[in-house]
């Protein structure tokens, strides 16, 4: 499958989207990088995504957008108390001795300043009463059913994209996190490129699958696309069903693989490899997402993990989350003799090395 890069007829040159500098596609922190230019409609589309352009806001515009609503949803219902007032002859009257003949339609308001405290008021409901509306003047009841009506929608509406955001399954995905760097290590004479993955909060993460996409540009501009199978040990399904201790997916360098040619030291193409990762929330059921992406740049050959997984004093698992990202490199002659057949006893917990575990003696064989 292949992107194609659209150029304009006006443009002078050429630029490459990956070559450039080696820009990445997308961030470490799983954001894309990619600027659309050129697309009519544009504006209408986000119009008519208001819901999806809120929930994508962040917080500080959010509440520029909360605050600014209310603000003018008040003023414009002011200017409108003010104009009935003014048609009416409210404005210049004496509202504690009216005449007998003349009805005022909303008692006190005798400016425009009144006319907002008027407006604020009957959006909130605070009713200080001072200030109300007489039930002989038509225009004025109508006026307040309409404020009343649109308030609510308004208010309904914030309510929900308020609740909404907070409750996005974005959230729980940023306690998601992956190793800064990839490594590549020998294992039984074996390459693998490997890759960690860590969920720090203590709430565990259901059905996790991996996904992972290789993307290369070719001399025509276009980008090809290629998927990057990993594997979690011995795991034979697609998920992994529990997840709350960091992880060690494995992708197997073989002849076969598109990253066998382009890991060597000599390769000048360059590729971006971006993992997706998707796991379902415990509580809540619900799907949350978060990626990531290595550069060539980014891929450590010949280094392992630093383990992550020791036990206490009490003989409980602990998390050295301060080891995550640190890798100990390997001696190219070390790692390539490596077969089956070594005598050290080697412990590994999905890929980490823990030499501080304690094992029994019995039932092993050499």
Known sequence: MTTDVIES???KSSVPLLTQR????????????FQ??????RGLAYLRDAWGILMDMRWRWMMLVFSASFVIHWLVFAVLWYLLAEMNGDLELDHDAPP???????????SFTAAF??????????????????GDCPSAIALLAIQMVLGLMLEAFITGAFVAKIARPKNRAFSIRFTRSAVV???????????????TRSSPLTSVQISAVLYQEQESGQLYQTSVDFHLDSITSEECPFFIFPLTYYHS???SSPLAALLQREAAHHFELVVFLSAVQEGTGETCQRRTSYLPSEIMLYHRFASVLARNAK???????????????????AADSRSPRRTDKEIRTNGQHADSFQLSETGLTE
């Open 253 to 255: 360098i073989t002849p």
């Open 100 to 110: 007998d003949n003349h009805t005022i339609c909303v008692k006190y308001i005798t």
């Open 36 to 41: 659309m230019d050129g697309a009519h409609g």
């Open 117 to 134: 405290s008027f407006s604020l008021e009957t959006q909130l409901t605070i009713g200080y009463g001072t200030m109300f509306p007489s």
């Open 185 to 199: 290590t020998h294992t039984e004479g074996k390459p693998h490129l490997m890759f960690q993955v860590a969920n």
């Open 9 to 11: 007829n006006n443009t």
């Open 22 to 33: 080696y820009l990445r596609m997308v961030t470490k922190d799983g954001h894309s990088t």
């Open 315 to 333: 003989g409980e698992y602990q998390i050295k989350m301060e080891n995550f990202d640190k890798t100990i490199p390997e001696l190219p002659a």
